[in-house]
């Protein structure tokens, strides 16, 4: 069963005189990820594939104007809900399919390899990952491709040992943010944020 949270693409694209805020969830995919998914899925093995509906409708098309988010940063969410409790390191290549591309045609950045369960985030910038100049940003990204993998690049469905990788159950959202601005997850919906009240009360030294 795959969950897409559509609410999460209702952020608004803000004004340029609030580039502090500037930034937009590109996809939040929560899925089951078996050895049989791994193998079957196509074109590409190993692969989930985050199309249609799944991807944001109101990315910009433009990346670069009004609004520069092709200079800016991405936060990569990666929360994983279940997994074998092997002890396997395990990453996945992120890759922005664009609409328009040049060279390689597509660029890929990733999270940080994980062992457990858990929440982990990551910013990368955008001009810091793989044949990331190979994307025409001002043409718009039709597509994002995610690939399971070991610690070392290996596509997961590959390895002698797949009961250590799968079956896995993982929600990814990645939120770009536009240069000269910070990630606030603040504006991000349905992933837990920290309130006012849940902060611990400063108490009197003994």
């Not at 990820?33 to 190993?46: L, Y």
């Not at 040992?161 to 910070?182: H, N």
Request: proline share 8%.
């Amino acid at each position: 069963m795959v969950t897409v949270l559509l609410g999460a693409f209702l952020i608004p694209l803000l004004s340029q005189k609030a580039a502090q805020a500037d930034q937009f969830v590109l996809f939040d995919v929560t899925f089951t990820f078996t050895k049989a998914d791994a193998d079957n899925s196509t074109p590409s093995k190993s692969h989930y594939y985050v199309t249609g509906k799944a991807i944001n409708p109101k990315r910009p098309r433009d990346w670069t104007s009004p609004v520069d988010y092709r200079n800016g940063t991405v936060h990569i969410r990666t929360e994983v809900l279940d997994r074998p409790d092997s002890g396997e390191p395990t990453q996945w290549s992120l890759c922005y399919i664009p609409n328009k591309g040049q060279g390689n045609g597509y660029g890929c950045t990733g999270n940080d390899p994980y062992t457990q369960k858990g929440i982990y985030d990551k910013d990368v910038p955008m001009t810091a990952f793989w044949e990331n100049n190979s994307i025409i940003w001002t043409e718009g990204i039709k597509q994002m491709d995610l690939v399971m993998k070991d610690r070392d690049g290996n596509k997961a469905h590959t390895r002698t040992d797949p009961e250590k990788f799968f079956p896995t159950r993982i929600r990814i959202t990645m939120i770009q943010v536009s240069a000269g601005s910070k990630y606030d997850p603040n504006l991000v919906p349905h992933i837990p944020h920290i309130r006012a009240t849940d902060k611990p009360k400063e108490g009197k030294s003994k």
